[in-house]
């Protein structure tokens, strides 16, 4: 088992930054095998996916509405993966969580509690 613990959301002005972290702890030999996922759900809207990072880091991919904007990122000497969010805008605001798919299998199997984003115009 590995547990993900999400970190340093909050509310932010419109065209501001903000950083998100996620630890893992446990198993997290299990950290370093997952290709690395952050997914957000706005209220009354469904989980979409946001960016992804592969087991080295070398490679990552992200969704239309936030490229160019977030980056995401991974240190597996820390077992954290970050996502630096600039120029937010007011729809990017959602609870915002980290998840790991093991050995990319293409299921996100482990997930944190996630952390609220809420970006005012």
């Known amino acids: 088992q590995v547990q993900l613990v999400e970190s340093g959301g909050g509310l932010v002005q419109a065209g501001g930054s903000l950083r998100l972290s996620c630890a893992a702890s446990?198993?997290?030999?299990?950290?370093?095998?997952?290709?690395m996922g952050w997914l957000r759900q706005a209220p009354g809207k469904e989980r979409e996916f946001v960016a992804d990072?592969?087991?080295?880091?070398?490679?990552?991919g992200y969704a239309d509405s936030v490229k160019g904007r977030f980056t995401i990122s991974r240190d597996n000497a820390r077992n954290t993966v970050y996502l630096q969010m600039n120029s937010l805008k007011p729809e990017d605001t959602a609870v915002y969580y980290c998840?790991?798919?093991?050995?990319?299998?293409?299921?996100?199997?482990?997930w944190g509690q996630g952390t609220q984003v809420t970006v005012s115009s």
């Open positions: 998840a790991a798919d093991v050995a990319a299998r293409g299921v996100y199997g482990y």
């Open positions: 990072v592969n087991r080295s880091g070398g490679s990552a």
């Open positions: 446990g198993h997290t030999f299990l950290f370093t095998l997952s290709t």
